[in-house]
């Protein structure tokens, strides 16, 4: 029998802790808690986690120190938990490369459907790099997007880093080439829901985009922002 997946559960509160350990055990998970950072870094030495469920408030050290320390350690998915309303913080998590995130309070059920679309995406991930399918290339604007590996090149043949999230949004733009696509549609693509209307996530994952892609700045040519529409990737895409 193949291991259950490992997940390393970080919330100050108890209850939740204790909730979410429970309910995730249930659903075929093994699942180690923390309440701060001391506690997570000995977690963390001590076991080895497919995804880290980490909320942003906690005591001492915040969930976004933390999260820069996790993502210094190695590339786990991050499921961030965040405060209704505590938009700065989201966004900031989000710069900083978490794979989701949840607004307190959350259905356990959609947390669960959030960790599972996560793991999917880090397997599928795998599965590519170690030749589980048929190579294709993406050539755009001079940039290569190798998809086996998940790897994006630029015009000089030098790798630039992606995140699982920003992997997304790229092939999301790139098989939509030339089309206007809105904030609601890339939110549907990307997570299967539907952004409120003061909800600046896609925004911030475009203008992270578009720094790994050199396109930032007032002008961008590649990733245009089209007004009251949303964006588009404004390039031919060849594919081999």
């Known amino acids: 029998m193949e291991p259950l997946p490992h997940i390393l559960v970080v919330d100050d509160d ?13 659903n075929m ?7 701060d950072g001391r506690e997570t870094r000995k977690a963390w030495q001590a076991g080895h986690y497919q995804i880290v469920v ?17 993502r210094e350690q190695a590339n786990v998915p991050i499921v961030m938990l965040t405060a ?7 966004i900031i998590g989000l710069e900083m490369g978490a794979d989701d995130y949840l ?19 880090t397997t599928e991930a795998a599965t590519t790099r170690s030749g589980g399918s048929l190579s294709q290339c993406l050539y755009f604007s001079g940039w290569t997007l190798d998809a086996t590996r998940r790897r994006l090149l630029n015009p000089d043949g030098a790798e630039v880093a992606l995140t699982g ?13 030339n089309r206007v696509l809105t904030r609601d549609m890339l ?6 829901r539907q952004a409120g209307p003061f909800d600046r996530a896609i925004d911030v994952a475009i203008s992270r985009l578009r720094r790994k892609l050199e396109d930032n700045g007032r002008n961008a040519q590649l990733i245009k922002t089209v007004r009251g529409g949303g964006y588009v990737l404004a390039s031919d895409v060849e594919r081999r």
Do not use: H, S
């Open 14 to 26: 108890r209850e939740i802790r204790d909730l979410l350990a429970r309910f995730l055990e249930r």
């Open 29 to 35: 998970f093994r699942v180690t808690t923390a309440r």
């Open 54 to 70: 980490l909320d942003l408030m906690l005591p001492g050290e915040t969930g976004l120190e933390l999260a820069r320390w996790l």
């Open 84 to 90: 209704m309303g505590e938009e700065t913080d989201r």
């Open 103 to 121: 607004p307190k309070p959350f259905n356990p059920r959609e947390l669960l459907a959030r960790i599972r679309a996560v793991l999917r995406r």
């Open 165 to 177: 999230g920003e992997y997304d949004l790229l092939t999301a733009l790139l098989d939509r080439a």
């Open 187 to 192: 939110f549907d693509l990307l997570r299967g």
